[in-house]
């Protein structure tokens, strides 16, 4: 018996802010946090476990990585390529939907914290 | 339109008395599966998940007499069992991921092997992308393992989402009035708003329903040969490791062979034109598939099946109320079965709770999916028959084995000839995407080099004499 995908180890990072990327990683086993870096600090944006998936800006988006995606266990994760998703994509538009679904949690929480944020200025 | 789908279209429309009616599922509705393989499963899963996203509240009941937890054919529904680098992606974008009991082995290189040489063709990105798979629970002979058979991890999903399963052999199904009628062996039966034909194509029902309709043809078929070889789990990872084996060999009918690593068996499976005695023989004694095995000694197999595999589509793939999803509709010439499985089930999933049940609506929002795999098919077809070229030519496979190994060997540069390869042998990519990129300028150009430097005489350093690339192994 197998596990598919790449492993990573406790502390690996998986991928920084700042770099290229054209593909998204949907998490097997283990656990990711999001790290956003400012000023030699780092933000935890939220963290991840397994069918969650990171990175897929990368997919839209021609600009670099806006967060620091690291391993906080012993973690396997799969990679999505673009070219497959976007061809995917095309033949059945509701590949997205999870996708989306998961964008739009994502917003939400953000508005949440900037609003909390917001209120405490 | 073919004659076939014009007649079963007319049928419909008489039976509704309403040209161009929709017949949309409505809370209560009533649905039959009949086969609960990857296509069958699928589409519950999918159907149930959209309907409850769009507030739909319906019934699926999934006829499947076999227990894929059984080993041997009784749990197998006799296939090769790899799930394509394509088609793990989208099942984990779908959020749906492969537990590590049902991956037998993850895959991670395809080895060519052909009389000239051979070569390994690592994954593009250095991941483990393929899973090897039991569609039941292991072979015949094997001991009880904890494994999960990849059919029956689906039919779980499907069953999570609300699908109930009759473990029942379906004998009879036709129309009656505006509803469709399910007949099991044991007498018990009842009536539906849709029908999804899920059987596969080694099915009786597929076989009655031909006699029976001057409408409907059951897809066309040719007969393949899967076997299990016991190996142990420590010496197939010595002797195979993480790579598919992929056979280019000059025997007549033969298009495509693998061996597949699985826990402690390998699988080898034989695609093309109707599989025989002598075709097998033949490939047996072949020094390329002997040195493959320890000691270049092939054992005896412990569970092996003729299946028929689909190489057309079912004429037509739906009518009112009904559907033919998987094999038992379109599938991919020769690969990636399971994907098609995949996404046929889904069209038809999407087709029925956003557009409806009736005849006009699977011709509009699922045939034309059918029509692209089989299309697709044809240009498959073209593809392998360039490959055959390739098994005759002895000069066209030295061609073929040095630009492989040359860009096997480089970091840079783009990976021609191994990423229409890999493509090919995984059915990760589509044939005409596969044939477009051999038209590619830089394809040809190279190629045409390889051809001319592989076939060049060597002539050894030494003694000045020409040196054969006879036997090359070029790994990595």
Redesign the interface.
Known sequence: MARLGKEYKEGEVIFRQGETGDCMFVIQTGEVEALAESDGKELRLRTMGPNDFFGEMALFEKDVRTATIRATKPTRVLTIDKKNFLGGIHEDPSLAYRMVQTMSHRIRDLTDRLARYEENE | MSKAENQWLAFAEEQDGQEGLAHALQNGSRIAVIGAGPAGSMFSYFLLS?AEEVGLDVNVNMFEPRSFCHRGPAGCNHCGGIVS??L???L????I??P???????IESYTLHMDVGDVEIATP?????I?AIYRGNGPKQSEKLD?HSFDGYLLELAQEKGATLIPKLVSDARRTGERMSVRCADGTGDDYDLLVIATGVNSRLMEMMEAESHEFTRPDRTKTFICEFHLGCELIQETFG?SMHVFLLDIPRLEFAALIPK?DYVTLVLLGDHIDEELMERFFSSPEVRNCFPGSVIPPHVCHCYPRINTREARPVYGDRLVMIGDSGATRLFKDGIGAAY?TA??AA?TVVFHGVDAGSFKEHYAP?CRKISNDNKVGKLVFSVASLVQKARFARRGVLRMTAREQQSTKGERRMSGVLWDLFSG?ASYTNVLLRTLHPAYIGSLVWNLVAGNMPRRSKGNGHAASDEGDHVQH
């Open positions: 959209m680098e394509s793990v992606q989208r984990a974008t779908e959020g991921r492969l590590y009991d049902v991956v037998q082995r993850a990105l250095l991941e483990k992308r899973a494994t993480p826990g996404r889904k069209a999407k999916l990760s």
